[in-house]
């Protein structure tokens, strides 16, 4: 399956699992993880890409990225278990 086949370019949100998905939410996640995971990263940084993380957690969810994928970072891991 190609990208253009679960979003065509037209496309910036679809409804999955009766979660709403935007374009872009894996890759957001992505990038906030590797801040929140960042030793370098303050503390204001990692508090707005922490809540970042929460806000597309039931999007992430509803796709069954964690189905598929691990979070490879173990402190990570366990915090967005537990939200």
């Known amino acids: 399956?190609?990208?253009?086949?679960?979003?065509?370019?037209?496309?910036?949100?679809?409804?999955?699992?009766?979660?709403?998905?935007?374009?872009?939410?894996?890759?957001?996640?992505?990038a906030n993880a590797r801040i929140w995971i960042d030793a370098a990263s303050n503390e204001a940084a990692r508090e707005e890409a922490a809540a970042d993380i929460v806000?597309?957690?039931p999007a992430l969810r509803a796709i069954g990225l964690f189905?598929?994928?691990d979070i490879r970072d173990a402190r990570l891991r366990t915090w967005v278990d537990t939200q």
Do not use: S
Request: without cysteine; charged residues 25%; hydrophobic residues 45%.
């Open 1 to 30: 399956m190609r990208a253009e086949q679960i979003l065509p370019d037209h496309v910036d949100q679809t409804d999955f699992n009766g979660v709403t998905i935007r374009k872009g939410t894996v890759a957001a996640f992505l």
């Open 55 to 57: 806000e597309a957690l």
């Open 67 to 69: 189905d598929v994928l």
